[in-house]
């Protein structure tokens, strides 16, 4: 289903925020197993400062992160999960094909393979301009949020 949750809606459904919030937009959520987000990168990033200077690159670590951050909005959207934070459990089999640099537009998409309680796993995918940038899986669970 399209949607279009903005930076506010986003901070309603998970705890991220800048400058470890590295999603701009969700647009596709169906029923809490899939979701896509969009992060426009800039040359303004902080990272870039020291990644690299004169070759400014999006750090791999940051393309998964902003991934993560995918699916716990399409879980986190789901009303029996509200309030819950999302833990890295593992990330599997991360292929980056593709540096990502200033002015891609990046395509996140997180597909739920598996949920077991709170504990599930999910394909990853980044694209720019329809050309696959990073895929793989990663494995998370769900906890219980120890300030709510």
């Known amino acids: 289903m399209d949607v279009n949750l ?82 890295f459990g593992g990330i599997e089999k991360m292929r980056f094909r593709r540096p990502v640099t200033p002015g891609d537009q990046l395509r996140l998409e997180f597909t739920l393979e598996r949920m077991r309680g709170p504990v599930g796993r999910g394909a990853v995918e980044a694209s720019v301009d329809g050309q696959v940038v990073a895929d793989g899986s990663i494995s998370f669970a769900l906890v219980e949020n120890p300030t709510a």
């Open 6 to 87: 903005g930076a506010d809606e986003i901070e309603q459904i998970i705890p991220h925020r800048y400058p470890m919030l590295l999603i701009d937009r969700i647009v596709e959520i169906e029923d809490g197993a899939r979701g896509v987000g969009i992060k426009n990168v800039t040359t303004n990033e902080w990272f870039f400062e020291g990644h690299f200077p004169g070759n400014r690159v999006m750090p791999g670590v940051l393309i998964v992160e902003a991934l993560a951050q995918v699916a716990a909005v399409t879980l986190l959207r789901d009303v029996d999960q509200a309030g819950k934070i999302p833990m």
